[in-house]
Structure formats: structure tokens, C-alpha cells
């Protein structure tokens, strides 16, 4: 089975490190320590000018909770836009309502504005509160894949959904599997998961031994 390691990374030093620690993708944002908001422009275009890699950008205006309005809702529009000017190949985004659902009509909005380019949901996910059905959501909203730890602190924590999730994917939608991934859990993830995709951060070391640690799995 052939997992592709994503690499979440904050700066253009961060993405070279990735890359060259063996990364297969990256996913590109600011503010971390906030849960990572959307990069500005300018950096977006240096990594996608000076890393080859597939490129991945966060679409997200603020830390905090997923509930957007109006102001907000466009903000991400117009982020959207620019990522497909400057060439991404995918944007992560996600929003949710009240009730703690996927908030279709919004979701459904990005994801119109953002095609061709790839969608992944993010870790909202983890905050919805029927997992299945928000699974289902994603897969009728047409989305590619969708970030989550098994709605636990970390993915190791989260492994019984993210296994039933993979189950009730059926290949309809990817799950990416986040939080807390090293290579000192990573082979035992795989196992108990079928996960095909993994999402890390760390610099090229941590990254290397991650990538070892997969193609040996």
C-alpha cells in the first residue's frame, strides 16, 4: 500500500525542509499556534515559485470556531480566487453551523469557487457531531478528502474512527489522517487504519524518519 505523507508548513523554509525530508505534498498556512489561518499572498508565491511540490493552501481567515459570516464568507472567496491565480493545486476548508453540522451551503460555495483545484475539508470535521453523517456530507458536497485525528487530541488517540471513517469511505472520499503522527506510531496508525494519507509537521529530520518509517510499513 503506498501512503503519501503531507507536510504542513508555515514559511518557505519550512516547505524546503519538508521537500527535503521527502514530503509528497505540502499544505501551506500561517499562525500555528491559532489552528493555522490562510498565508498571505505574498508568501503563497514564493513557495509556489521555489518548491516543486504539490501545493495545498489553508483557507481559513481566523482562529477560533468555523461558524463565518458574510464579511468572512468573502474574505475566503477572495483568498480562494488568488490561490488559483498564483497555481496551487488544492485548497483545505471547511465550515460549520450552529448545530455543530458541515454547513452545506457555505462548504458547497467554497468548493464551487474553488474548482478545478483539489478540496480537502479540515479539521472542523473533528468538531461536527455525527461523524458519519458529516463523512456523508463531504462525499455529496464532491470534496476529495477530509483532515481529521478521529475527533481525538491526536490521530493515535482517534484510531478506532478513523478506521470506521476509511470503512464508510469506500474509496468515495480520502481521509487524511492528523495530529500528533511521528515516526514512532506512524507503522502502528497504518495497521489499525488503512489510512492512505498522512498529514505531519516537522522539519526535514522529522519528516525523513516519517517518510522511512511509511515506505517500510
Known sequence: MTVLVEACVDSLAAARRAAAGGAARLEL?????EGGTTPDRELL?????????????????????????????????RDIAAARRIGVQGVVLGGLDPAGRVDQPLTSRLVEAARPLAVTFHRAFDRTGDPGEA???????GIERVLTSGQADTAVEGVVLLGELVARAAGRITVL??????????????????VTEIHATGGAEGIAALVAAVNAS
Open 29 to 33: 498556512c500561517q499562525n500555528l499556534v
Open 45 to 77: 508565491t514564493a513557495v509556489r515559485e521555489q518548491v516543486t511540490l504539490p501545493l495545498h493552501v489553508l483557507i481559513r481567515p481566523r482562529g477560533g470556531d468555523f461558524l463565518y459570516t458574510g464579511d468572512e464568507t468573502a474574505a475566503m472567496l
Open 135 to 141: 463523512l456523508e456530507v463531504l462525499v455529496r458536497l
Open 177 to 194: 489522517a492528523g495530529g500528533g503522527i511521528r515516526a514512532s506510531n506512524v507503522r502502528r496508525l497504518l495497521a489499525a487504519t488503512g
